[in-house]
């Protein structure tokens, strides 16, 4: 008892804290994304910039001074776009601080207690009575909102449980998905339009990689599931976290053992995960 009022505790510390990373875009609030996309990002801003100025340079018909000006309003917009692409920067890396930070201290109570672990945490092991653990992924949309789920196994069948849509994601507290992860999925599927039931034996292929660098508005990504199925439809979801990612790799070793293809691996030395 005494453990679960803590967890409590460090959950709505944690609420409160995380909201002031949380950035706004089109589709709502959510995680800031991966500080080193944002070097990309920027990188690419710039050469476009470049060109623009060389056009702009060597255009003909411009007057010298109305060149100069097109020339001065452009590194202005540039020096803007970098001013906000360092306050993200250095945004994004304290969240990830920050979070981390917040992981280890809930681990380090739950390893006090007999409560099985919830999503994104980075505990180093995971219950052994739980062969297959659940884990967490989110379905990618680009004219939709995102929705994540939590994933298990049980029987013959995969259960994708819609525990959040992109405008909410950041509200799911991990006490929430315990609840979840103690329910029976079979069950617990179908309680919202977009839950899903895929057969194991409906599996064509699947794999597992890194995302690539151009992934705009879908927060952290740590690696990409894809899923193929006999009718040769192929689902796309994002793991957004390093635990996440080593549940999922368990459970679907297991499950998927003949249809999975995994493209990066845990480096042991280095702590973390790398091409295969």
Known sequence: MESETELDRLDREWRAESVRYFVMDPRGLRE???????????????????????GISIAP?????????????????????LCYTIYQYRNSLGYERARAAYLRKRAAIKSKSEIPEGAFSESATINVADKWP?????RPFHFARDRVFRIRTEGENLYFARIAGQMDAHSVSMRMVDAVDQASFAELVGGTADDMIIPLYDVKASTIDFPGLLNFGHGKIVAVWRVRLKSNATLKFYINDEMELKRAIQTLSEILAGQLRLKLRWDETRHVFVKS
């Open 61 to 81: 018909g411009i007057a010298t001074k109305n060149r100069l000006l097109m020339l001065g309003a452009l590194l202005l917009i540039l020096g803007a776009v």
């Open 134 to 138: 659940p884990f967490s992924a989110t």
């Open 32 to 54: 800031p994304g991966p500080a080193q996309h944002l070097i990309v990002h920027f990188a690419l801003l710039g050469f476009f910039a470049v060109v623009m100025m060389g």
